[in-house]
């Protein structure tokens, strides 16, 4: 199919679907499901007419270009739009681009020190203090579910719900080992030393999307235990929950209610088991197109932290910026991420040309 006849066949169906809920006789079902597609296509749809039009009114200048009388009036015009023409192409491209369901989820955002001890620790805590401003700069919000803070400060652990617009799209790219190269508060030679942490950002699942069953389920109460836990080492607060069938465990303590901590408990479950089926599903998509951004596994190693030389690197896509501390405020962490987004974009719209 020529990419023509793919815009084509969008305008045809776009058109189809007004039609049909037009004629008023669909269920509320069927209804809600024409008026999600309608709606999805119609920013494609307005792509399309834009820039068919821009073309349509490059042909009428082209035209006058040829007429002697008319040329000086149409020259300037035709230069501008001549310009113009390869932005909106590149928009109208970027609006077919295949969509990720989950980018308009709310995310589960996990941080874990990894090599490193205190150190590692203290750099998780860093990385939460960077997608916190971050999460500030974006005007979204940030509620920590479960948090085992090291001896030294820092975590070993931290879990977090993000939320807001678009919170999903932009935090996944995040997902991957983070490594950072500094010496340590503990070394007193003076040597650079190197630690890690993972992250790993999970769309947050809603009750609908994932059904697990009570059979399914182990839940283990018992005590709290550790820093801020005392306030309920009588009572058993803290819940274990286990997926039989997956063997995904959460754990949760955080809170001095056995409710609320199986309510935090099962909804990390539940994004765990959707961001599953997520890389079941892109896995058996990957002969068809691999993201130059990188897999997001957690054992991929996606970006360094360089104290010494005030720089961040991002290895995917072969990005250094010199500004490590407004990176790790969150302030600039953007610039990052938008070039992965243009990478994964530029990746995907290779696909287009075969059109």
């Known amino acids: ?177 983070h490594r950072v190269q500094r010496v340590p508060v503990t070394e007193s030679g003076g040597r650079i030393h190197t630690s890690a942490a993972t992250v790993a950002v999970l769309p947050e699942a809603e009750d609908v999307e994932i059904n697990i069953e009570d059979k399914d389920l182990r839940i283990d109460v018992y005590r709290a235990s550790g820093a801020g836990g005392q306030h309920v080492n009588r009572t058993e607060s803290a819940v274990r929950i286990t997926h039989i069938p997956t063997g995904e465990v959460v754990a949760i303590q955080d809170e001095k209610s056995q409710h609320k901590n199986k309510a935090k408990a099962m909804k990390i479950l539940a994004s765990r088991i959707l961001e599953r089926e997520r890389a079941a599903a892109a896995k058996s998509r990957s002969d068809e197109r691999k993201s130059q951004v990188g897999s997001g596994d957690r054992s991929e190693r996606i970006r360094t932290y360089n104290f010494p030389q005030g720089r961040v690197t991002d290895h995917r896509i072969n990005l250094t910026l010199q500004k490590l501390e407004r990176v790790l405020t969150g302030v600039d962490l953007d610039e990052i991420i938008s070039a992965l987004i243009a990478e994964d974009q530029a990746d995907m719209m290779a696909s287009l040309d075969n059109y």
């Not at 815009?7 to 679907?17: A, D, F, M, T």
């Not at 039609?19 to 792509?47: C, N, T, W």
């Not at 001890?117 to 999460?135: H, I, K, N, V």
């Open 1 to 177: 199919m020529s990419f023509d006849a793919k815009l084509g066949q969008i305008i045809s169906r776009h058109e189809e679907l007004s039609s049909i809920m037009a004629e008023g006789k669909l269920s509320s079902e069927a209804f809600q499901a024409h008026s999600r597609e309608y709606a999805e296509l119609s920013p494609v749809v307005d792509a399309i007419n834009e820039f068919q039009a821009a073309k349509d009114e490059m042909a009428g200048l082209e035209e006058l270009l040829a007429d002697p009388e008319m040329r000086d009036m149409a020259q300037e015009e035709y230069y501008a739009l001549k310009e113009t023409l390869p932005e909106l192409e590149h928009k109208l491209k970027v609006s077919l681009l295949p969509k990720d369901s989950a980018d308009s989820k709310n995310a589960i955002l996990e941080i874990r020190a990894g090599t490193g001890g205190d150190e590692a620790a203290l750099f998780a805590g860093d990385l939460f203090t960077m997608y916190r401003g971050y999460a500030s700069v974006r005007g979204w919000r940030m509620e920590v579910l479960e948090a085992s803070e090291s001896d030294l400060g820092g975590y070993k652990e931290i879990i977090i719900q993000v939320s807001g617009n678009d919170v999903f799209s932009r935090l996944k790219y995040e997902s991957g080992g």
